[in-house]
């Protein structure tokens, strides 16, 4: 399951049994967890655009967060921008995926291929409608997230 925190911790008092409870009925959560979710997320991953397909079809959520990273959360366009995969993003976005949507700490797909030098998935990203001027929770831009992770060719590419 995907969910960062543990049963343990949260069935141990009161409060984290609520919050345990709630977590089907927040909206960031929608769907995490979930056999299909957790197919698209590695799909994504892996750049598998069959699997990514399959998923969908299985009913995974295009815009689902998956949390098993940390706190911040990433999406399947995210996994699929890190690992610079052109071909898996092109089907998450003509599935639906938001291709500005910002997680909790305001990160978008567009950011993390920024952090992780992938040139070819920032290029479809911004193909695709990216908004380059969004600012992370940091305040940094994809230009600037690119620039302070070493990738220089790439930060003037977003500016």
């Known amino acids: 399951m995907r969910i960062g925190i543990s ?8 409060a984290g049994f609520a919050l345990l409870a709630a977590l089907p009925a ?3 959560m929608k769907g995490a967890g979930s056999s299909a979710n957790d197919q698209l997320m590695s799909a994504a ?3 598998n655009v069959a699997a990514i ?3 969908l079809a299985d009913g995974a959520d295009v815009n689902a967060f998956d949390y098993a990273e940390g706190r911040s959360a990433r999406t399947a366009l995210s996994y699929a921008a890190i690992g610079n995969h052109p071909d898996a ?3 998450l976005v003509a599935a639906g995926a938001q291709v ?3 997680n909790n700490t305001g990160f978008t797909a567009l950011h993390r291929a920024a952090e992780a030098g992938s040139t070819e998935a920032a290029q479809t990203l911004l193909e695709l409608g ?5 600012r992370h929770g940091g305040g940094f831009t994809a230009s600037q997230v690119a620039m302070e992770s070493g990738h220089m060719e790439l930060a003037d590419l977003l500016k």
Do not use: E, T
């Not at 049963?7 to 009161?14: E, K, L, P, T, W």
């Not at 990216?130 to 969004?134: G, I």
């Open 45 to 47: 991953q892996a750049g």
């Open 130 to 134: 990216a908004d380059k001027s969004l």
């Open 7 to 14: 049963r343990r911790v949260a069935f141990g008092n009161i």
């Open 100 to 102: 500005n949507l910002q």
């Open 26 to 28: 927040c909206g960031a």
């Open 53 to 55: 397909q399959g998923a």
């Open 89 to 91: 993003i092109r089907a």
